[in-house]
């Protein structure tokens, strides 16, 4: 039986792309190390969980290129193991310091049952490569996992040279399809970042869809019947589906959104800070306190005091709001239905991390929400934009703007006084890289070795997280080194190819730090697929 409508849940998970072998720690690889614990893995056990219990569900996620090399990479799974063992072992002292206190003594020990149960799941049941276990489940039928740009660059910017647009389509189609299996049918734009001409190239790679913020949609040309409600289909061929804001704003919104409520874990009230014993101390890095993800406070109120964190009310609070939110959904559905000639789909696009690392209860919240929907309920139910098109592919035909999700909707986020400076430098390398394409089609040998890795590296360049970093304020002496780094290592490797010279100690040394994309041929920098 059809339902009034469907909701499509779609988690963007995204890091930037932090490996320094050069160091035994480094503070931002902990980026990547809080996810896993705070949003991957309580994501997968979340999924596995429902799949265990028979509930129809169906969930659309983003995996970026970045984020899948991390995953597999031995480096990093092996300094993770490492990074949960110091926090157990920074919990065993914890224990002891709060031992007869009624109020935080049973915050620190759910957070040694949380990350003893995180651990042994990650090393005996994924071991240490929770990509195959994402896997699993799209084979399933349960996940769609859509692939994004090879290093999330920022397509509306990086198109003065197309070149660049091709190769960072062309690797993460590569990386998905050599790491989950399968080739993916949507991409997730960086930053829903569009310009009109991007929809041609995506389809020249069998991508099929791609996810607009909402103006994105609305301002198209002819103007869309159905709003935001029904996908598109764009002059290049792929549709765009568009993030519907009222669902959106009930998660994410600062004010009136789920997250803020005072029974929920405080993000910013941490142990590393807040404690001042030396089994805490030993999680410093360089000496410098930092978030150690042991926080014991909720959130409470607008003040600065803060009452214990209890794990027990947070979750029943969580079920209390998705059974707000699934109504919502199904009044929603009902209205909607009355005008349109199909169901209407619901699109409901968030950043994955929100969910446990921003908003630590967010996956119980996903749980409790996909299970009311399949129980309690038959007006809405869950699907993913494959399954839409598949069902539903007759639409209409209109152009989308140039646009973006950031603030304003445009590129102002990724292109201010703050980080304009970058784009040039930008522009000469994919310049510079698609002529030595040109030069050397079928180069062997120590020069494919170089161009291979010069590829790389200004691939690595051209990720949005600088840009974004820069403007944020947050991090941004590690976001200008980054840059200005593979910017260099490009031009000193493309010097190597151009003149014949090569340093190979250099080589070996650059190729050992940025060791994403095995398969990389760097003849992805031409306008034309090189799968």
Sequence with gaps: MEPKGYLALVLHAHLPFVRHPEHEHFLEEDWFFEALTETYLPLLEVFEGLARDGVHFRVTLSLTPTLLSMMTDPLLQDRYVRYLDERLEALAGERRRTAGDPYFHPVVQFYRDLLTRLRRRFVEQDRKDVTQAFRRLTEAGYLEILTCGATHGYFPLLAANEE???????????????????????????????????????????IEYFILDSHGLLNADPRPKYGVHRPIRTPGGPAAFARDHESSKQVWAAEEGYPGDGLYREFYRDAGFDVHEPHIEKLRHAGVATFTGLKYHRITGKTDWKEPYHPGWARERAAVHAGHFMFNRQQQAGWLASFFDRPPIVVAPYDAELFGHWWFEGPQWIDFLLRKIAYDQNDVRTITPAEYLDRFGDLQLTAPPECSWGAGGFHEVWLNGANDWIYPYLHAAAERMAALVQRFPGADGVRRWALDQAARE????????????????????????????HIHRFDRLAGMAESGHYDENYLREVAARDSLFPDMDYRVFQTRPWL
């Design 458 to 485: 200004l691939l690595l360049a051209q990720s949005s997280d600088w840009a974004f970093i820069m403007k944020t304020g947050t991090s941004v002496e590690y976001a200008v080194r980054r840059f200005k780094t």
């Design 164 to 206: 660049s647009l091709y190769a960072q389509v062309s690797m993460a189609v590569r990386t998905h399809t050599r790491i989950l299996g399968r080739r993916p049918r949507g991409i997730w734009l960086p930053e829903c970042g569009y310009k009109p001409g991007v929809d041609r190239i995506l389809n020249e790679f069998g």
